[in-house]
């Protein structure tokens, strides 16, 4: 019977017929709340434990899937799940496998709650590790049984290599017993490959068991039984407690159980590393016969230089967050408040602001590349130089053991080694990590009552929640793109680094290559019996492994350097054109997305992409000067190998399909979190509806998880199909040395060094292939920011160039509305389609220059809209506005908004002290903030400068936040302040104080008032009366209210106010 996809379950109830999965449940343990419930009555018939589900049409999977009856057993062995077509062809989220039933989160936390409820009757607190080892023991003894086959198989081949080198030595061979040994040694790569593979396929099968059991879980008694949140009473919904509950459930969700799960998985490899850097040793020791002291001498030296280096890095990382922090503080306090930036024209002054902040991160940047350069250099070059000191150590204690039997199988454990002691500090990291969360969800699960509760999985949800998932990644659109590659090389600066950082690079091949070389003459001497001048040659070996690193680390510096120019570039222009975009883009844009591109894409381009780029130039050149040394070994031969290699390589590094796959699953997981998000948010208006919709949430939940495990699955699949196929070049050197040796004479320090670059080469590729997709990834991140810097600018002037204006203006104030029509259309092309939607419609009045006009009407009918008019923030669809007898159209934007004074109606506050609040460039002095305040009625601990404003300053009144932003105003004194809304938190106390302020601050200054409270405006000069966008009214508020049928007298008589 056929394997059945996720969707494709027996019944709606469930999707297996032995197990019905249930949420929230664990049917073993019986707390007090069972106790109490009621048994059954006679009559009633008691509901049936597992009711028979019903069937459903049954789904096959794709022949090519990893779970199909229907796949090759040769397809399964050598992971060959994937056809040249598909990898060539645009990317479909139909193309992406199904979970087989096995693998859904439905199943996998149905077979988890069971054994998990057993564990609950146990004191110890490590239930959760208990009920993950006895879930999946027998799958985890399988992947460890594999890993140490492979770590057997891979031990191996230092040991046969050694056997050929030394049977090389001795010339006591047959022709037949070279090959036979090249064979055997390409048979145990291979094998080592092919279990290493299946072992971690394994494994990360187990893990997605492991994440869908208990994000499901977390899920499901977040959503159900808030009250059970550790740290959290029942009923407690305030702002600060809700904010810290909703981070640490994410928290939980997101990170701990992935760093649960990949503890779990992960463990195999932790001691596979260790066993194997001890068998490494002992066959560098025991077989090979160097020395154990110089050995442990040069790794012990390296190791306390890496770990000098690594807790270097890690304070310069820590004073660079700081900085970081402080940037993205900067960008929070502008694009949160990009309204208020743009009303006060403080675009420039915001700009020179971030960019401030920015300048003094990358000051901090250029250190911490500087010691991850280093890092990067002693990491990759730490075997070669461990060498100089070895193979200098054997030079005077024992010559003959720098034979070539002895020479290249020691660099390449040694290369091994290295990589080894750098896998098990990432795998102790793993596993402190693991730890931590453990105790956190297994505290989180023990307080969870026990519910009831089965999940429908049905293919018509599954459309349902489908669709908030891309369904296609057209990649050859989004991630290739030559103005992207420009980008990065704009600017002389760029180029500047760039050139001299790969002609560092080509020197560091020449030298690496150049040691290589060196070494096969000098391990040739020795195997002739020419020991002399062993001092001179191996003061000579340390120069060239020297010069190496010299080179490298120089290449690495600029090339970082280089990258950082580029991320400067373009984090300038990006800043700009955003901070000069029109209002309109804001509206549609989430601000979210905007701090997305400054955490994330910019964290990536200043990080990820320089040191990913490093690498992939680092490994291709290796790669072309090895290939070269063994094309010089080989001839014309050689050539015809070398361009078949490379057809190899090119043939399994299908980027497109690797990104677009990736695309996809990061949407998929996009969609997940916002889904999380919004239940936790809503949880108890889910809660409020019922069980039902409890049971909709879960369901759809758990189809989300399937989505984005779906992407995972494929992806990690993928990855072991490209780690197998880059065997395929070490099987085409093998084959080339075959050739070569039935048609040439080897020497054995020449079989040697090809041998030990055959391996490298093999290594290097699959490290170019990683980092090319890096690079790739990274690409997508360049592109987002580069098409944020391509936004149109809001136009300065709508007819030609700006008038110049006198530094005066304006002088007297005079405003003159002619025949105004206004719409929050983008810009002119759009008012044709707007003209139906006008915002204004043929407004006119005018006001002379100190006069205090008071704006009334009724909710939407354009009183706002009169200072957005007025501040140009869309464009006028019909009319002018005259000021001080200019025409505001054709002045400069900023012109207009930095004399033209306002306080919205809803001014934005942020997390900062008072004196930044006042003054966030620093332009005033101590004395004149004291002085803003007190006029303003702020008095005691509120005219306190260092006091800090919370976020949207919910520390302060309503009205306190009003007198603060009149504090403001005041420092900057306009001929022109518009104040909407402004009384409409103020007490009547207050409110006479604070007009005071107004007609002594603002004495000359024309003053628009928009408010809803008419005995804010009955003293003021003038009344607007607003209605539906027109302005009906406009005169005193004597005349007005004299006139029984105008609409001020309507309006005042439904405000029951007398005059």
């Not at 030394?166 to 090249?182: D, V």
Request: overall charge neutral.
């Amino acid at each position: 019977m056929p394997l059945r996809s996720p969707a494709d379950g027996d019944d709606a109830k469930g999707v297996s017929q032995e197990r019905k999965p249930e949420y929230g449940a664990f049917s073993a343990s019986k707390g007090p709340k069972d106790a109490e419930k009621p048994a059954p009555s006679p009559s009633q018939k008691p509901p049936d434990p597992d009711p028979a589900p019903s069937k459903s049409p049954e789904k096959t999977l794709p022949p090519l899937h990893p779970e199909s009856p229907a796949t090759a057993w040769w397809r399964k062995l050598f992971i060959e799940f994937f056809d040249k077509k598909q990898l060539d062809s645009e990317l479909d989220a139909s193309q992406v496998w199904d979970l087989t039933a096995e693998h859904t989160s439905v199943e996998a936390a149905a077979a988890f709650r069971q054994v998990y409820a057993q564990s609950l009757q146990c004191r110890s607190n490590c239930r959760i590790k208990r009920a993950i080892i006895r879930t999946h023991k027998w799958k985890l003894a399988a992947c460890w049984a594999l890993q140490l086959a492979s770590l057997l198989c891979d031990a191996c081949t230092p040991v046969l290599l050694y056997m050929l080198l030394a049977m090389a030595i001795s010339r006591e061979y047959t022709q037949t017993q070279i090959y036979a040994s090249l064979g055997l040694l390409y048979v145990t790569a291979l094998g080592e490959v092919l279990l290493h593979c299946h072992s971690h396929f394994l494994g990360f099968k187990i893990n997605i068991k492991i994440v869908g059991a208990l994000r499901a879980l977390v899920f499901e008694n977040t959503i159900s039984q808030p009250e059970h949140i550790p740290g959290h009473a029942a009923g407690s919904y305030d702002s600060e407690s809700g904010k810290k509950r909703m981070a640490e459930v994410a928290h939980l969700y997101a990170e701990d159980v992935a760093n649960v799960a990949r503890m779990v998985t992960h463990m195999q490899f932790l001691w596979r590393s260790v066993l194997q850097i001890v068998f490494e040793l002992c066959i560098l020791v025991q077989v090979i016969g160097i020395k154990f002291k110089p050995v442990a001498i040069a790794f012990l030296s390296m190791a306390v230089f890496a770990k000098f280096l690594s807790a270097a890095g890690s304070r310069l990382q820590r004073k660079l967050q700081k900085k970081i922090e402080a940037r993205l503080n900067v960008i929070h306090e502008c694009f949160k408040g990009i309204q208020m930036v743009k009303l006060n024209a403080w675009e420039d002054k915001m700009q020179d602001k971030i960019e401030r902040a920015r300048k003094e991160e990358n000051r901090e940047r250029r250190r911490v590349n500087l010691v991850a350069a280093l890092q990067y250099c002693v990491g990759v070059d730490s075997p070669n130089m461990a060498s100089i000191f070895i193979f200098g150590w054997v030079a005077m204690q024992d010559t003959s053991a720098l034979s070539p039997a002895r020479v290249f199988p020691a660099l390449l454990l040694l290369r091994r080694i290295k990589t080894h002691f750098s896998n098990t500090a990432q795998l102790f990291d793993v596993a402190s990590k693991g730890q931590a969360s453990f105790s956190k969800i297994d505290s989180y699960l023990n307080e969870c009552d026990a519910k009831f509760c089965a999940q429908d999985q049905t293919e018509k949800a599954r459309e349902c929640v489908g669709a908030k998932v891309a369904r296609k990644f057209k990649w050859k659109d989004e991630w290739f793109s030559i103005k992207t590659w420009k980008m990065l090389l704009k600017g002389g600066k760029c180029m500047r680094y760039h050139v001299p950082a790969k002609f560092f690079l080509f020197l560091y091949a020449f030298a690496v290559t150049s040691k290589d070389v060196f070494l096969m003459k000098w391990s040739d001497r020795v195997d002739h019996g020419d020991v002399s001048n062993m001092d001179s040659s191996a003061n000579f070996y340390a120069f060239l492994v020297i010069s190496s690193v010299i080179s490298g680390f120089a290449s690495s510096v600029l090339h970082a350097h280089a990258m950082a120019n580029s991320a400067n570039s373009m984090f300038h222009e990006m800043t700009a054109a955003l901070l000069r975009a029109p209002m309109t883009f804001f509206y549609s844009m989430p601000v979210g997305e905007l701090f997305n591109r400054y955490f994330n894409d910019i964290r990536v381009l200043d990080t990820s992409f320089a040191l990913a780029f490093m690498a992939m130039f680092r490994s291709a050149v290796t790669i072309l000067a090895a290939d070269g040394i063994l094309w010089y070994f080989t001839g014309v031969v050689g050539t015809s190998i070398i361009l078949i290699v490379l057809y190899v390589v090119k043939e399994f590094m299908t980027l497109g399909f690797m990104v677009g796959l990736l695309q996809l699953s990061f949407r998929a997981e996009a969609a997940n979190l916002n889904f999380i998000s919004e239940a936790l948010d809503g949880s108890a208006t889910i809660r409020a509806f019922g069980r039902q919709q409890i049971n909709r949430f879960r369901m759809e939940h758990g189809v989300l998880s399937d989505e984005l495990m779906k992407g995972q699955y494929h992806t990690e699949a993928f990855n072991r199909f490209v780690l197998i196929r880059c065997d395929r070049v070490l099987g085409i050197h093998m084959l080339l040395l075959m050739f070569l040796l039935s048609i040439h004479n080897v020497s054995p320090a020449e079989l040697g060094l090809m041998l030990y670059y055959v391996f490298t080469i093999n290594s290097d590729v699959y490290t170019l292939s990683a980092k090319l997709l890096e690079v790739a990834l990274c690409l997508l991140n360049v592109e987002r920011v580069r098409k944020y810097g391509l936004i149109e600018p809001e136009l300065q002037s709508y007819e030609g160039n700006p008038l110049t204006i006198p530094a005066s203006w304006p002088h007297r104030g005079d405003i003159v509305f002619d025949h105004v029509s206004f719409s929050y259309a983008s810009s002119p092309d759009e008012l044709a389609n707007e003209m139906s939607a006008l915002a204004l419609c043929d407004v006119s009045f005018s006001v002379k220059g100190g006069e205090k006009i008071g704006v009334v009407g009724r909710t939407g009918s354009g009183k706002s809209s009169l200072a957005m008019a007025l501040l140009r923030v869309h464009p006028l669809a019909k009319g002018r506005i005259i000021v001080d007898g200019l025409d505001a159209s054709l002045l400069s934007l900023s012109a207009l908004r930095t004399n033209v004074c306002i306080i919205p109606q809803s001014p934005l506050f942020y997390r900062c002290s008072v004196r930044n609040y006042l003054d966030p460039f620093n332009e005033f002095g101590h004395v004149a903030l004291l002085h803003a305040l007190r006029r303003c009625g702020l008095k005691g601990s509120m005219a306190n400068l260092e006091a800090e404003l919370s976020d949207n300053s919910e520390n302060w009144s309503l009205g306190e936040r009003q007198m603060l932003c009149l504090a403001r105003a005041v420092l900057r004194p306009s001929r022109i302040v518009v104040l909407d809304e402004y009384f409409s938190a103020v007490d009547q106390s207050n409110q006479s104080a604070l007009l005071n302020v107004l007609d002594t601050a603002f004495r000359d200054s024309t003053i628009f008032l928009i408010t809803h409270r008419l005995d804010d405006v009955l003293q003021f000069d003038n009344i607007l009366v607003m209605q539906e966008g027109r302005a009906v009214e406009f005169g005193p508020a004597e005349d007005l209210a004299a006139d029984p049928d105008s609409a001020f007298y309507e309006f005042l008589e439904t405000t029951l106010l007398t005059y």
